[in-house]
């Protein structure tokens, strides 16, 4: 009896020592937070399953393809002039600030739709485009198309533009170009599904 009850005690202090967390594991987890906070700031969107091809390869993705429909390139060209006509109407701006706003107005309205914006509005192929931005979704996450080719051509031009017609004045250039940057930017190769988190 007097040797059953120090296996008993032992038994209970092992007990103990498994709930009560060591140095070790401690530290273990820490390094678990660590990572996962890090991570959460840049993540790299997996590859697609073939399932999510399969999905993807049922039925064209209408969301994307208008993209390549006849009058797709024109309408950037003008929405860009209605935006000019809109704040040439604004008479206390001078053209510096007209044009600014002209290239601001198109760069956030463009980053919003094809780079904010996930999935689609549409309800077809099992959700296989819900993760994907509609920028990923246009030719199937294929860069540098002609499709793409001139998505990106149309910011870097405006920025010309609008940089050529603000007088070349410093802050606006500045201004400017952070706004080219912030567009053209998500649209090239190593940002592809490639997502910044803040939270």
Known sequence: MSQYSPKMNNNSNDDNNLLTPTQSHHSAHTVTTRKRRSSSIIQHLEPDTLETKIDQSLNPNVNANWVHSKGAWVIHIVLILFLKIFFNFITVLNNDWKWTLTNLTYNIGSYIMFHQVKGTPFEFNSGAYDDLTMWEQIDNGDQYTPTKKFLML??????????????????????????????????????????????
């Open 154 to 199: 149309v910011p870097i031009s405006l920025f010309l533009i609008s940089t050529h017609y603000s007088n070349y004045n410093l802050n606006l250039f500045i201004l400017n170009g952070v706004s080219c940057l912030c567009v053209v930017v998500p649209k090239l190769a190593i940002s592809h599904r490639l997502r910044v988190t803040l939270y």
